[in-house]
């Protein structure tokens, strides 16, 4: 092939979008509760060791290519969309004023707000630093986020505790800093509180995420599990109030298994939110679109959420990748990331009604005929030859991943 001049580059990767298929209609695609956030595709690819490769865009953008893809919710930091030096000043006002007209214009909701407590400088020792300035701060901030929320007319908040841990061991003093950071979470209910009145709204659904490493070095909340102790430790005021926003990959970087994960969060009552992306085990926080590295794994995950009626977002926390182009950002990220999640999705319900793994899975349950219950033995051989319809059910999944189950075939 002779090589590609620049101009002709957007056409090349239409063409070939639109030969891969598989491209669900806009309309399709909002009958989804899925978010996007204004920092996933705002992303410039900048990182540690990493300069940024893609030019800025303004929410205005953000908000009418979401809304032209089909994804009808968008969320945001506090400080993605207003400095924060403008923050409790009237270019807030200004801003959620702008925010709200750009929504409208476009017909889109905001689902969720969240504090930003991780980037400026302000956090450099966490939010629930031992510096009783930084944390009233951050109370004030988690207020403030509360009340755009309700101006913005959001469900939901979201809480990533980020820097919260430490890098040299004995230096911060563990229980006490949880108890700050239980403070602050508090706080940001209590305003909700009182703000849900004020608007004549429900209160927000307050969703803490977990990380296990980044930013800190060792981090005093890794998991959705260490997040689901807090909530119910005694020191979260309205617990009701609080729940889980898990984020798949995070889950799964610790090395545990996402939809076990899921499970003790749906177990609590606690699975409020949930980030949608992929990646690897014990690697850093690589935040690669759904689907790209562990499609079946994620099959799975959506047969659990689907089997127990999990109804709240799937909140595309991802990075498009390093490129140049902000272009293929909305022209192959974006769009190929949401029609790989509905695609599962739709598999999923493939999975719930396949006849061959509801047989087996009723038989499982059923189990082997005529164990006698004082004879260890019998109950062995009772159920002898059922437990290779697990293995069995694996290999379905597998089949439905490819499309056997449709009758694609492989040169048998
Ligand atoms: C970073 C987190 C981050 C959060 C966001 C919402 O690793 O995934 O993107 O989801 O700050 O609070
Ligand atoms: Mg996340
Ligand atoms: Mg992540």
Not at 72 to 85: E, F, K, L, R, S
């Amino acid at each position: 092939m002779n090589p590609i001049p620049q101009e002709k580059q957007q056409a090349l990767v239409d063409r070939l979008m639109q030969a891969s298929g598989g491209s669900y209609s806009p309309e399709v695609r909002r009958r989804y509760f899925i978010t996007g956030p204004q920092w996933a595709v705002a992303y410039e690819g900048q990182a540690l060791f990493h300069a940024p490769t893609r030019s800025p865009i303004t929410f205005e953008k953000v908000i009418e290519e979401y809304s032209r893809i089909g994804v009808g919710y968008w969320c945001t930091h506090d400080t993605d969309v207003i400095p924060a030096n403008d923050l409790f000043t009237p270019k807030q006002d200004e801003a959620v004023a702008r925010i709200k007209s750009s929504l409208s214009k476009h017909g889109m909701k905001c689902s969720m707000v969240t504090t930003e407590t991780f980037h400026h400088p302000v956090w450099a020792a966490g939010s629930a630093a031992e510096a009783g300035d930084v944390r009233e701060y951050a109370n004030r901030r988690l207020e403030n986020t509360v009340s755009i929320g309700h101006q913005l007319e959001a469900q939901y908040c979201v809480y990533w505790p980020g820097t919260l841990g430490y890098s040299t061991q004995g230096a911060i003093d563990e229980m006490q800093t949880l108890r700050w950071y239980a403070d602050g979470i508090n706080a940001a209910c209590q305003a909700d509180i009182a703000l849900a009145g004020k608007y004549k709204r429900h209160t927000l659904k307050h969703c803490l995420e977990a990380k296990p490493f980044e930013p800190q070095a060792e981090i005093l909340l890794p998991t959705s599990d260490a997040m689901l102790s807090l909530i119910f430790s005694g020191l979260i005021k309205h617990p009701d109030m609080v729940g889980l926003n898990p984020e798949y990959l995070h889950e799964l970087m610790w090395g545990g298994a996402p939809r076990a994960s899921l499970a003790r969060a749906l177990l609590c009552g606690k699975l409020f939110h949930f980030d949608i992306n992929d990646g690897y085990r014990l690697k850093h926080d690589v935040d690669i679109a759904v689907g790209l590295v562990n499609p079946l794994d994620w099959l799975n995950v959506l047969v659990l959420l689907r089997s127990h009626d999990y109804n709240g977002p799937f909140n595309l926390d991802y990075k498009p990748p390093r490129t140049t182009s902000n272009y293929g950002v909305f022209a192959v990220s974006l769009p190929s990331a949401v029609d790989r999640f509905i695609t599962l999705w739709e598999m999923a319900g493939e999975v719930q009604s396949d006849p061959i793994i509801k047989e087996a899975t009723d038989a499982l349950k059923a189990g082997g005929a005529g164990a006698n219950l004082a004879d260890v033995n019998s109950i062995v051989e009772a159920n002898k030859e059922l437990l290779s319809l697990h293995e069995l059910i694996g290999n379905r999944l597998f089949q439905i991943l490819i499309g056997a189950n449709r009758g694609r075939t492989y040169s048998l």
